[in-house]
């Protein structure tokens, strides 16, 4: 039998057991968590960078919410409580940790943020990151506020 299609049959039996027959189930880690709220922030990015495209100035958060950008994304079950946009400065986005129940996470998460903030080099919008979430679970690119 071929290894690598012996490989996923092992996967897909221990993915089973763990989502179909076990009530703890395998729990992403602090780290991962972390990134899936950055990653929740991607099309706050997108709408940013298209308002600078259009303007060539980034939104204040009254310039923001007077968009009516429509951005949907779905936080219930992630451990992000909220994005905001320009509260920090222009087109800066913050995203708010919080934890909820069956979310489990390390207490070090809940009621830190990070920021993606934008910056213009060379007429381009270029993104860096700080966060007050402890610097082991900030990716690389992140530095604490």
């Known amino acids: 039998m071929n290894k ?3 490989v996923l049959i092992l996967a897909v039996i221990v993915l ?3 989502f179909v027959f076990t009530d703890k189930k395998v729990g992403l880690t602090d780290k991962a968590r972390v990134l899936q709220g950055l990653s929740n922030a991607i099309a706050y990015k997108t709408a940013i960078a298209d308002y600078w495209a ?3 100035s980034l939104p204040d958060n009254k310039a923001w919410l007077n968009e009516k950008n429509d ?3 779905d936080l219930s079950q992630t451990i992000v409580k909220a994005i905001e946009v320009g ?3 222009p087109g800066v986005i913050s995203v708010h940790y919080v934890s909820r ?3 489990e996470s ?3 998460i809940e009621g830190k943020i990070i920021q993606l903030i934008p910056t213009i080099e060379n007429n381009t919008l270029v993104w860096t990151c700080k966060g007050t979430v402890a610097a082991n679970l ?4 992140c530095s604490p506020l």
């Open 87 to 89: 509260i920090e400065g």
């Open 138 to 141: 900030l990716p690389k690119n």
């Open 54 to 56: 259009a303007r060539h």
């Open 4 to 6: 690598t299609l012996l």
């Open 101 to 103: 129940p069956g979310l």
């Open 106 to 108: 390390a207490s070090g």
């Open 71 to 73: 951005i949907r994304v």
């Open 16 to 18: 089973t057991w763990n």
